[in-house]
């Protein structure tokens, strides 16, 4: 970037809309090509696990197929070893009786970008394995190499 001109630069899509600059928009990007951070817009809430009467409430707020997507993204982001300094994303969907995920690990120079993608039964179980098993293509790809370069990358000089 020079004197601010950018040769590329992505943005929300829904924020250029809302602010008016939808003719701005050149190019729509594919959720299961491009996806967001783990769990992006899926809101938690916890309570203590003996509060049963706080969990009689909050019962009918939990959503099956938010958890169930949740799960898998979740156990991937695990077993990458991953966290918000790492350039990865997974979109878990869940539809029926089947759970899909979709995966990505990239480099932040755009140099290299790492897909993977699954599909199981939608259950708890099933979508940690799930979760698990994708990590696992990724880091057969190199996924693992990548996250250690970009860590490595951020580190100060004094600790590397």
């Known amino acids: 970037m020079k004197n601010g001109e950018y040769d ?3 943005l929300a899509a829904a924020g250029l809309k809302r602010l008016g600059l939808e003719g701005h928009i050149t190019e729509l990007l594919a959720s299961d090509q491009f996806p967001s951070a783990v769990s992006q817009g899926v809101i938690g809430v916890c309570c203590r ?3 049963t009467e706080t ?3 909050l019962k009918p707020l939990d959503d099956r197929g938010a958890r169930l997507a949740t799960t898998a993204e979740r156990a991937l982001l ?3 070893e991953g966290g ?4 990865l994303g997974a979109l878990g969907i869940s539809s029926g009786d089947t759970l899909q995920l979709y995966a990505g690990v990239a ?3 755009g140099s290299e970008w790492l897909t993977a993608r ?3 039964k939608a259950t708890l179980e099933e979508a940690v394995a799930l979760g698990q098993r994708v990590a696992e293509e990724l ?3 190199g996924a693992t190499r990548l996250i250690a370069e970009e860590r490595d990358s951020r580190r100060p000089a004094e600790e590397s």
């Open 78 to 80: 695990r077993r990458l």
């Open 139 to 141: 880091k057969a790809k």
């Open 118 to 120: 699954g599909e199981a």
């Open 49 to 51: 696990a003996n509060d």
């Open 55 to 57: 969990l009689k409430w």
């Open 8 to 10: 590329a630069i992505v």
């Open 84 to 87: 918000c300094q790492v350039p």
């Open 107 to 109: 480099a932040l120079d």
